[in-house]
């Protein structure tokens, strides 16, 4: 009997214990995103900082990142708007940060699952749309980026075959993202990770451009930024030398298993800066820093949606 007993109470805890966890489980997705962000930090000894900065243009460059993710995270809420999915700026913000660290969780589309669930659960639109419309807004932020960087390059001292790839990049993207190609593309991944089949309109041309200056100027204030941060280490880049850092973050978002693209973004970052002349070591340990430094953007992100996020609690 009393084996029974404890095997009634045991099977309650663990149903309690599962309901708990299928409830909350946005909350648990956010410690393992942290827990997974420090090791890939750690097993790649990112946690150093060079002796001489100039501290002014440090902060300058911090306030102009962090304005850069402010813009980044009501981005989200522009793009469902054109889908015709209202939210308010605090939501958009707050799902944006609490997800923000999942990208260092191998396999990126975590970022976009969380943020179409909190959302979901606010305004009890389709989980399938909202995770297609987050997928949909990396993207086009992407194509801003490969796009202006692939007229930039024409200016750049590097080989006319390389100029032609890139630029070549840029425009049969272009073609892609503007075409019903891309939104039938869009909607089979997100199919196949959801098991779902999902029904949402393409935009129209006209749609698309008007979504396109947010992505322009969040792009925009991360590459002024960057810019700033190497004038912080007295480093003083080329005026095209601000396409250097959007365009090495592109690759890393590429690289679907690199968490928070740890590796390739930084490779590709030494080799943009030396093309413009840096030096091998200087633009070393500068890629390395703007790995701390655009972590802090992120900190300053997720911090900033638990704030918003608990302030919101209060008042209800």
């Known amino acids: 009997m009393f084996f029974l007993t404890s095997g009634n109470t045991c099977k309650k805890v663990f149903h309690k214990f599962f309901l708990y966890l299928k409830d909350n489980w946005l909350t648990w997705f956010v410690y393992i995103s942290i827990v997974a962000l420090f090791i890939s930090l750690y097993r790649r000894d990112y ?8 501290y002014v243009y440090l902060v300058l460059s911090l306030f102009l990142l962090f304005a850069g993710f402010f813009l980044q995270a009501l981005s989200y809420k522009y793009v469902l708007r054109s889908y015709g999915y209202f939210i308010k700026n605090r ?12 990208r260092y969780i ?9 943020r179409g669930e909190y959302i979901r659960r606010k305004y009890d639109y389709p989980f399938g749309a909202l995770v297609y419309i987050s997928l949909y807004s990396q993207f086009m932020g992407m194509w801003v980026v490969v796009f202006f960087s692939s007229l930039g390059v024409i200016f750049l001292d590097i080989a006319w075959y390389i100029k032609a790839i890139i630029v070549l ?3 049969v993207l272009s073609v892609i993202i503007f075409t019903r190609y891309f ?68 690759l890393g978002i590429a690289a679907v298993f690199a968490p928070g693209g740890l590796g390739l973004r930084e490779a590709s970052l030494v080799g943009l800066l030396t093309l413009g002349s840096v030096a091998t070591a200087a633009a070393t340990t500068l890629a390395a820093l703007s790995r701390i430094w655009f972590l802090a953007g992120e900190l300053f992100c997720f911090l900033l949606a638990i704030v918003l996020k608990a302030a919101k609690n209060k008042t209800l």
């Open 47 to 54: 946690i150093a900082l060079p002796g001489n900065i100039s």
């Open 91 to 102: 939501d958009s913000i707050i799902a944006f940060g609490l997800t923000v660290l999942s």
């Open 106 to 114: 191998p396999g990126k589309f975590w970022v976009h699952l969380g």
């Open 169 to 171: 990049a840029g425009l």
């Open 183 to 250: 939104h039938s593309l869009t909607g089979k991944i997100v199919q196949k990770v959801l098991q779902k089949e999902i029904n949402i309109p393409a935009l129209t041309f006209k749609q698309n451009l008007k979504v396109l200056p947010v992505f322009f100027i969040f792009w925009l204030f991360y590459a002024l930024a960057f810019y700033f941060l190497a004038m912080s280490m007295d480093i003083v880049l080329p005026p095209l030398g601000i396409i250097y850092f959007p365009l090495s973050t592109v």
